[in-house]
T-cell receptor, first 115, second 112 residues
Framework: DAGITQSPRHKVTETGTPVTLRCHQT?????MYWYRQDPGHGLRLIHY???????DKGEVSDGYSVSRSKTEDFLLTLESATSSQTSVYFC??????????????FGPGTRLTVL | GEDVEQSLFLSVREGDSSVINCTYT??????LYWYKQEPGAGLQLLTY?????DMKQDQRLTVLLNKKDKHLSLRIADTQTGDSAIYFC????????????FGKGTKLSVIP
């Protein structure tokens, strides 16, 4: 299994509080991604990174920010959590287009509940 | 952008074959991935097919690609209870984009 960890694995927080989720990889992969998974929506991309300090928005980026100061860490921040951000969050990594493909490897997920 | 469609549910008896279907819209998709998600876990890369192939076999898994109709299928032979999971189709077109677009997933239930 790819060396990807996410912390925390579970979190319950209140509306309006800031929340930071961490993704850590030991594979030295260039690309990192944050997805959210909701019933009826499948996986939707929030933000991704293509290198240290290089990030871009995904499909559902409103209300989220990210930072990547080191190759191995990708942080997802909810500045002021809302109930609509209750979800399961997955981090993924990939080497990108080496060989033409983009196989992504996923972490175990963080279940976030915003009350 | 890419649209990916999958049936939401599939139920099969243990020992039978399962066929999970996927349609996509981006004809420039070069790699087409299948992922498996077991309950409470992340997604696991199962297999993939390159767009210049019609079929790829990997043990009990067979991937069929109809590029003209933009239709992808995953066949699982001799389905076992351990195959119960959600299966996601994810085409990738490259061309400067590093994003995979996932279907909503097909939940496979295996009846003992």
């Amino acid at each position: 299994d790819a060396g990807i960890t996410q912390s925390p694995r579970h979190k319950v927080t209140e509306t309006g509080t800031p929340v930071t989720l961490r993704c850590h990889q030991t594979e030295n992969h260039r690309y990192m991604y944050w997805y959210r998974q909701d019933p009826g929506h499948g996986l939707r991309l929030i933000h991704y990174s293509y290198g240290v300090k290089d990030t871009d928005k995904g499909e559902v980026s409103d209300g989220y920010s990210v930072s990547r100061s080191k190759t191995e860490d990708f942080l997802l921040t909810l500045e002021s959590a809302t109930s609509s951000q209750t979800s399961v969050y997955f981090c993924a990594i990939s080497e990108g287009t080496s060989g033409g493909g983009n196989e992504q490897f996923f972490g175990p997920g963080t279940r976030l509940t915003v009350l | 952008g890419e649209d990916v469609e999958q049936s939401l549910f599939l139920s099969v008896r243990e020992g039978d074959s399962s066929v999970i279907n996927c349609t996509y819209t981006d004809s420039s998709s070069t790699y087409l991935y299948w992922y498996k998600q077991e309950p409470g876990a992340g997604l696991q890369l199962l297999t993939y097919i390159f767009s210049n192939m019609d079929m790829k076999q990997d043990q009990r898994l067979t991937v069929l690609l109809n590029k003209k109709d933009k239709h992808l299928s995953l066949r699982i032979a001799d389905t076992q209870t351990g195959d119960s999971a959600i299966y996601f189709c994810a085409p990738y077109s490259g061309a400067g984009s590093y994003q995979l677009t996932f279907g909503k997933g097909t939940k496979l239930s295996v009846i003992p």
